[in-house]
């Protein structure tokens, strides 16, 4: 039988056994056991990626009831977490920030930071900006950027960055993932299908493989919401673009319109 037990009951069975010898203390204990490679490895915490506890103004959601028709309309924006393993006992987590456009779901902006400072979120943003050259500044004075309310968001650094554009700025209203849903479906893609069964051991490597990611993303992968062509081919369209999935929310936004107009 292949079993594991904690280090806790281990010591206290220890203790329960060998009554009548010098023992270790516990935590000397606990040291041999991880020293030795023994210690059963702890389910993986989950970091906090989003902090809304801060003083700093935020924005109303303004994509409650819109569906983009073309490119550049809505871009949404999130952050995650990977795991990174400097060592085979050891992890620790880089954060991946993500900026994807809403209609055609090319991934237009990206950084990946060893923490969570606005410095990288504010680097994907600058590159999502590069998708604007060209763009005429009425389409851009249109253009929504959708986040939470984290304070990576809500910083006086990514606002003025965003101002600078005349890009208005759209937040989630309360800690409801649904509320930032794309968001949420492209980091799931990003970890459980493009990144699936890596173990990075830099964040070098996170960064070299999240090149290609992307790459393969944008113009190889089919997406069943635009469909199934690439999300680089996705973006030369205009208008609406069948789904090979049902979207609750667009159908319940079409469904609101409908019953309002008739």
Known sequence: MDAGIGGMK?????????????????????????RNGLK??????????????HGLPLFPNLVREFIPTAINQLWVSD?????VWPDDKTYEFVYLSLIMDAYSHVIIGWAVGPTLETLYPAGA???????????DEETVRKLIHHSDRGVQYASRDYVTLLNGKQINISMTE??????NAMAERINSTVKNELLRGVRFTSIQQVTDA????????????????????TPQEAAKCNGEIRKWRKSYREEAIKNARYEENH
């Open 125 to 135: 943003l600058k590159m999502a900006f590069g998708k604007l050259d060209g763009v």
């Open 79 to 83: 952050i995650t977490y990977i795991p």
């Open 174 to 179: 309360n800690g409801d993932p649904k509320e």
């Open 40 to 53: 059963v490895r702890d389910r993986m915490r989950k970091p906090r990626t989003t902090d809304s506890s």
């Open 210 to 229: 999240m090149k290609t990611a992307v790459r393969f993303y944008n113009t190889m992968r089919p997406h069943m919401s635009v469909d199934m062509m």
């Open 10 to 34: 281990l010591w206290y069975m220890y203790k329960r056994d060998f009554p009548d010898i010098e023992r270790v203390g516990r935590d000397r204990f606990e040291d041999i056991v991880h």
